[in-house]
């Protein structure tokens, strides 16, 4: 699975602890998502299209083989 976490992110001005505080998840975990190490759970990937007003498409998108 791929993402856009880190550029939407940046899009928003807003850091990785901000993000992190704003959906209820650590520091960490935004930054294991942003590296493509952690695949999120499905109400973690809508909450984060809530905060970022989007489809959960724009954000996550499966690649070859997933």
């Known amino acids: 699975m791929t993402n856009n976490l880190k550029v939407l992110r940046a899009s928003a ?18 930054n294991a998502m942003e590296k493509g190490k952690y695949v999120p759970s499905t109400l973690l990937a809508l909450k984060l299209a809530q905060f970022f007003e989007c ?3 724009q954000i996550f998108s499966l690649e070859a083989g997933d």
């Open 13 to 30: 001005s807003i850091s990785q602890e901000e993000l992190a505080r704003q959906i209820g998840v650590s520091r960490q975990t935004i």
């Open 55 to 57: 489809p959960v498409e």
